[in-house]
C-alpha cells in the first residue's frame, strides 16, 4: 500500500514492525542507526518514516531536524517518552504524529494511514465529517453538533466520539478505546472509559437507562449508532 | 535588623552626646557666673581705696556712678548707716575677709574696708539674671548640636544598616523563591564578605538542585526507554500469535504494561514535583468527585461529597493527587456493585495538611492484599498503591479500615512545608 522506513535500533522491534507491517501491506525498509536512517530517507524516498527517539548514535529528534533540512516526507515518532515536554518536543521538530511505546501494530497503522490521507491532501476532507443520525463529528476542526446545536467536549471526550463515530454501527472494546483513545493498558476493571462515556451521554442529552446514540452491549463495549437502529 | 542597628546607634550616639553636653552646660553655667562676679569685685576694688581713705560725702558721691544693669553697691559706714541702698547685711557683725554670700535673689559681695575709726564695710549685690546672662542661649545651641549630631548618626546608621541588610533580604528572597520550586533564582552577592559567601553558597547549592533534578529527569526518560522498548518488542511478538494465546498474553503485557507506567511515574514524581508540591485538596477533590458524579448516576449510586468551604493547602502536585482520587474512586466503582453508596470526604488535620477519605458501602475488600500493595488481577492493589505513594510523598499516609459495611479509605496528606 505504501513505501514505508522503519528507523528503529532495538532488532526485535524492527523485525516485529517489518512483519506486521508486510502483513498489512506496506513495502517495509529500515535503518538501525540515525545516520543510515537519513540516508535511506533522502536515497530511498519513503512515503513515510516510523523514527525512535531514542537511537545509538544520534537523539531521535535531532535526525527529524536534519531530515526536515532536506525532505517533507511525513513522519511519525515512537517514542517510550510520555512526557508532555518530550512529545511537545518531538511535534515541534516537525514530526506529524507519535505513538507512545509499547503501542500495537494496529494503532500504528491506523496512525500511519491517518497521517498519509493528511498528506495526500483535503481531497477526503468530506470523508472525514462523520453524521450519526442527528450528530455530526468533524475531525479538522474537532466540532461536534447534536440536530445542529454546537456541544461543548473536552479534548479526550472528542477523541472518544470520534474514534467511535468513525466505526459507527460497530462495537467497539474498552480495552481497545482505552488502548487507542487513551495509549493505556487495559487492567480489566479500568472505569476511565466508562465515566467519559457518561459525560458523553450527558452532553448529547441522553442516560444510561435510555440509550439514543451510545448503547453500552453488556460485557462487550459500546456502540454508537443511529437512534432506533 | 535595619531597626535594631538604628536603636543601637540611637542609645550610643545619646550615651556619648550627654557625657559631653552635660559637664559642657555646667561649665557655662559656673563660667558665665564667675564672669559676673568677677565684673563685680573689679569694680569694688576700684571704690575700696575711696571707702577706706575718704570722708563719708565723697564716698556718697563715689557710689553713684556705680549702681547700673541690675547690679547695685552700698556702704556700710563705720556708724553703721547705710550710704545708699540699705544693704542685706543690716546691723549684723561685719566679716572680717571678703565674703560671697548666694541668695535666692542673686549673688552678694561683702568686702570689709578697714578706716582708722572702724570697719566699714562694700556691699555689691548682683542679680541672677546677670549671674546667668547668655547661659540660656548657649545651653540652646548646645541642645540643638546634640540633636543635630543625634539625627545625622541615625541617618548615618540607617544608611549603613540598609546597606547591610537589602543583601540579607534579597539573599532571604532567592532562597524564598528556591523553596517554592523556582530553580532560576539566584542571588546577587554583595554586602559584607559573611553575606557575599552565604550568596555564592546558595547559588551554588540551587544549581546543584538543579543539576540533580535534571540528572533524575534523564535517568527517569532513560528508564522509560529501557522498560518499554522490550516491551514494545513482546508485545509486537504476542499480537502475532494465534488468537487463543494471544488473548492470555496479552492480559499478563497489559499488566506488566501498568507495573511499568507505575514505576516510571514514581520515578518521575521528584521530577514532575520540582521543589514544590502543593495544591488546594479540596478543590482537587471536588472537582474530581464532581468528574465521577455522572458515572454514579448512571450506575445509581449516591454519592455524597463532604468538604469545607475554605481550601486546605497540601504539599502534593494537582495532578498527582487527582490521580490518587481517581484511582481510589475508579477502584469503588470497579469493584462494588451498581446502586453502593459513595461518600467522599476533605478535612483538615490538626496540625496541617488535609485528611481526604473514599468511603463505600459494598462488601469490603480483601485488606491483606491491598496492604502489600500487590496487584491482582483487578488492579485494585495498584490503584491503592498510586494513592498510598501519593500520600507518602507527602510526608503522610494510607489507612484502609473496614467499615460495616464496606470500605474505607484515607488518604493523610501533609502540609505544605512554609519557610
Known amino acids: ?34 545516520l543510515a536512517g537519513l540516508r535511506e530517507a533522502v536515497e530511498g524516498r519513503p512515503e513515510l518514516v516510523v523514527l525512535d527517539l531514542g537511537l545509538p548514535d544520534l537523539d531521535g529528534s535531532e535526525l527529524l531536524r536534519m531530515l526536515r533540512a532536506v525532505s517533507a516526507v511525513p513522519v511519525i515518532v515512537a517514542t517510550a517518552r510520555d512526557d508532555d515536554q518530550s512529545v511537545v518536543q518531538a511535534l515541534d521538530a516537525g514530526a506529524d504524529d507519535y505513538v ?30 462523520v453524521t450519526v443520525g442527528p450528530l455530526t463529528v468533524d475531525p479538522r476542526s474537532r466540532r461536534v453538533t447534536h440536530d445542529g446545536q454546537p456541544v461543548e467536549l473536552s479534548p479526550k471526550e472528542f477523541d472518544l466520539l470520534a474514534y467511535l463515530a468513525a466505526r459507527a454501527g460497530t462495537v467497539v472494546s474498552k480495552r481497545e478505546l482505552l488502548s487507542e483513545v487513551w495509549q493505556l493498558p487495559y487492567g480489566g476493571s479500568d472505569k476511565t472509559v466508562d465515566v467519559h462515556l457518561s459525560w458523553l451521554r450527558r452532553k448529547l442529552g441522553e442516560s444510561a437507562a435510555e440509550p439514543r446514540l451510545l448503547h453500552t452491549v453488556r460485557g462487550v463495549g459500546v456502540r454508537l449508532a443511529e437512534p432506533g437502529q | 535588623m535595619r531597626r535594631q542597628i538604628t ?23 559656673s563660667v558665665a557666673e564667675a564672669r559676673a562676679l568677677d565684673t563685680a569685685r573689679a569694680q569694688m576694688q576700684v571704690l575700696i581705696p575711696s571707702v577706706g581713705l575718704d570722708e563719708r560725702d565723697q564716698v556718697t558721691a563715689a557710689l553713684g556712678g556705680l549702681s547700673g544693669g541690675g547690679r547695685s553697691v552700698t556702704v556700710r559706714w563705720t556708724d553703721g548707716a547705710w550710704l545708699g541702698t540699705p544693704g542685706a547685711l543690716g546691723d549684723a557683725e561685719a566679716p572680717v575677709t571678703p565674703e560671697v554670700r548666694k541668695g535666692a535673689d542673686g549673688t552678694r559681695l561683702l568686702q570689709p574696708v578697714r578706716r582708722a575709726d572702724g570697719t566699714a564695710v562694700l556691699e555689691m549685690f548682683v542679680p541672677e539674671a546677670q549671674l546667668r546672662a547668655g547661659v540660656t542661649r548657649t545651653w540652646l545651641v548646645l541642645a540643638g548640636l546634640g540633636i543635630a549630631l543625634l539625627l545625622l548618626a541615625l ?12 543583601p540579607v533580604t534579597d539573599l532571604a528572597i ?10 532560576t533564582a539566584r542571588a546577587t552577592p554583595a554586602g559584607p564578605v559573611e553575606v557575599r559567601e552565604v550568596g555564592t553558597a546558595v547559588n551554588r547549592l540551587a544549581g546543584r538542585i538543579g543539576e540533580l533534578l535534571s540528572a533524575e529527569r534523564e535517568s527517569a526518560a532513560d528508564l522509560a526507554h529501557r522498560l518499554r522498548t522490550p516491551l514494545t518488542a513482546l508485545r509486537l511478538d504476542v499480537e502475532s500469535l494465534p488468537a487463543a494465546e494471544r488473548e492470555r498474553l496479552m492480559d ?27 495544591c488546594d485538596a479540596v478543590e482537587v477533590v471536588a472537582a474530581r468527585a464532581e468528574f465521577w458524579s455522572v458515572l454514579a448516576v448512571d450506575e445509581g449510586r449516591p454519592l455524597r461529597v463532604d468538604h469545607p468551604d475554605g481550601p486546605i493547602p497540601v504539599r502534593v502536585a494537582a495532578a498527582d493527587l487527582a490521580a490518587a482520587v481517581d484511582a481510589l474512586l475508579g477502584n469503588v466503582f470497579a469493584h462494588t456493585p451498581p446502586g453502593t453508596a459513595i461518600r467522599v470526604g476533605v478535612r483538615p488535620r490538626p496540625g496541617g495538611g488535609a485528611e481526604v477519605t473514599v468511603a463505600d458501602s459494598g462488601p469490603g475488600l480483601d485488606a491483606a492484599a491491598v496492604e502489600r500493595g ?18 507518602e510523598a507527602s510526608g503522610g499516609k494510607l489507612l484502609l479500615s473496614s467499615t460495616d459495611p464496606g470500605t474505607r479509605v484515607t488518604l493523610h496528606l501533609g502540609p505544605v512545608a512554609r519557610s
Open chain 2, 374 to 391: 500487590q496487584s491482582g488481577g483487578g488492579s485494585t492493589g495498584l490503584g491503592l498503591d498510586i494513592a498510598r505513594r501519593t500520600a
Open chain 2, 174 to 183: 532567592t532562597a524564598h523563591r528556591l523553596g517554592s520550586g523556582d530553580l
Open chain 2, 252 to 278: 499478563d503485557v497489559d499488566a506488566l504494561n501498568r507495573g511499568i507506567d507505575e514505576v516510571i511515574s514514581e520515578a518521575r514524581r521528584s521530577v514532575r514535583e520540582g521543589m514544590g508540591a502543593e
Open chain 2, 155 to 166: 541617618l548615618v546608621a540607617d544608611r549603613l544598616a540598609r546597606s547591610l541588610t537589602r
Open chain 1, 100 to 129: 507512545l511505546k509499547p503501542f500495537a501494530a494496529g494503532q500504528l497503522e491506523a496512525r500511519i494511514r491517518a497521517v498519509l490521507r493528511r498528506a495526500a491532501g483535503g481531497a477526503d476532507a468530506a470523508a472525514a465529517l
Open chain 1, 1 to 34: 500500500m505504501a513505501r514505508l522506513l522503519v528507523v528503529e535500533d532495538d532488532e526485535r522491534i524492527r523485525t516485529a514492525l517489518i512483519r506486521a507491517l508486510r502483513d498489512r501491506g506496506h513495502a517495509v525498509s529500515s535503518a538501525g542507526t540515525a
Open chain 2, 7 to 29: 536603636l543601637l546607634v540611637a542609645a550610643t550616639t545619646s550615651v556619648v552626646l550627654l557625657a559631653f553636653l552635660l559637664p559642657a552646660a555646667s561649665l557655662v553655667a
